[in-house]
């Protein structure tokens, strides 16, 4: 409910999106500096920091699960995976919404920018993992606090690097939210056998 109303806000041109948007780029400018002439911007350090901390988050899941002898479970985040592409394709399509324009009054990247496939993929593997592990143990508490920090950080990156605005972002996280539920569920009905192998 959360994804359809948020598209549909976003896809009407809301006026209320468009100062969250504002407001979320002045923040980061104040915080971070202008994008204008430094290392952030379109294919600048910045929009690869956080492509490289997405993958690093995939494959530290996907090696955790292989560790532990869940390789259906990585089956299911690799499925997970695929279906939140499709469903941002399709949204993407669906909304329209054009890049964001960068700061130096360039034009924008060509494609659209709703919602942010980076932030999608970054929310679903942190949910499989946090199913995988032991809850309220000290190994559960870190990764929660780590992944967090992970995910935000390549919302950040996504911002500055003129690739997404702040609701596409949003819209990323609830994407990742609505197909990390389902997949982080297949996954954790999958029990162990008494070798520790995953049982089908």
């Not at 500096?33 to 899941?61: E, H, I, K, Q």
């Not at 532990?68 to 394709?89: K, N, Y």
């Not at 993407?92 to 990247?109: F, I, K, N, Q, S």
């Not at 606090?145 to 702040?166: I, K, M, P, Q, Y």
């Amino acid at each position: 409910m959360a994804l359809v109303t948020l598209t549909a806000l976003v896809g009407s041109g809301s006026d209320a999106v468009s100062a969250f948007d504002g407001n979320a780029r002045v923040f980061a400018d104040r915080v971070f500096g202008t994008s204008a002439g430094s290392w952030l911007g379109a294919d600048g350090p910045a929009d690869t920091v956080g492509s490289a901390l997405l993958g690093a988050g995939m494959l530290t899941v996907l090696g955790v699960l292989l560790r532990r002898c869940r390789p259906g479970a990585a089956m299911w985040v690799l499925a997970g995976l695929t279906v939140q592409f499709a469903a941002e394709t399709a949204l993407e399509a669906l909304v329209g919404r054009p890049m964001p324009p960068p700061v130096d009054g360039t034009l924008p990247a060509p494609g659209y920018s709703f919602p942010s496939g980076h932030m999608a993929s970054a929310t679903l593997i942190l949910m499989v993992l946090l199913v995988v592990l032991r809850t309220s143990t000290p190994v559960w508490w870190l990764c929660v606090g780590l992944g967090s920090t992970l995910v935000a950080a390549v919302g950040v990156s996504r911002v500055l690097a003129d690739a997404h605005h702040a609701a596409d972002v949003v819209g990323g996280v609830v994407l990742g939210l609505v197909v990390g539920f389902a997949g982080a569920w297949r996954v954790d009905v999958r029990s162990l056998d008494i070798s520790g192998k995953e049982t089908w």
